[in-house]
């Protein structure tokens, strides 16, 4: 099982970034894929999640009407668009693996058992 993120970078405040996810070794359709970010002395936050199980994915308050997560069916990909982005969004962004739904607990890690080695995101203000 492997997650390989990519896209971070830096970007001005307002601007806009996509981020990806790539899973393989396992079957990820199947899977809720999440996407969480740490920020440098802060613990780590859950910020979408993508499940074919669920109606629609559940964003955290602070992203909510900015970000957008999708999956890509060509690529295969679990993408997190990034529109209006803030510096509070700086972090280092994973996407993780775990059980078929999203659900209530969507944003507890604990949930998730495979994760990818992050992408950092920087926003100048």
């Known amino acids: 099982v492997q997650l390989v993120e990519s896209g971070g970078g830096l970007i001005q405040a307002g601007g806009f970034l996509r981020l990806s996810c790539k899973p393989s070794g396992f079957d990820a359709g199947g899977h809720a894929i999440a996407w969480f970010r740490q920020a440098p002395g802060k613990e780590r936050e859950a910020v979408s999640c993508?499940?074919?199980?669920?109606?629609?994915?559940p964003y955290a308050e602070a992203v909510k009407g900015r970000f957008a997560i999708s999956r890509d069916k060509i690529n295969k990909t679990v993408d997190l668009q990034m529109d209006n982005v803030v510096p509070e969004d700086t972090a280092v962004y994973f996407c993780?693996?775990?059980?078929?739904?999203?659900?209530?607990?969507?944003?507890?890690?604990?949930?998730?058992?495979?994760w990818g080695q992050g992408t950092q995101v920087t926003v100048a203000s």
């Open positions: 993508s499940s074919i199980w669920d109606e629609s994915p």
């Open positions: 993780a693996a775990g059980p078929l739904r999203c659900g209530q607990f969507w944003n507890q890690p604990a949930r998730f058992t495979s």
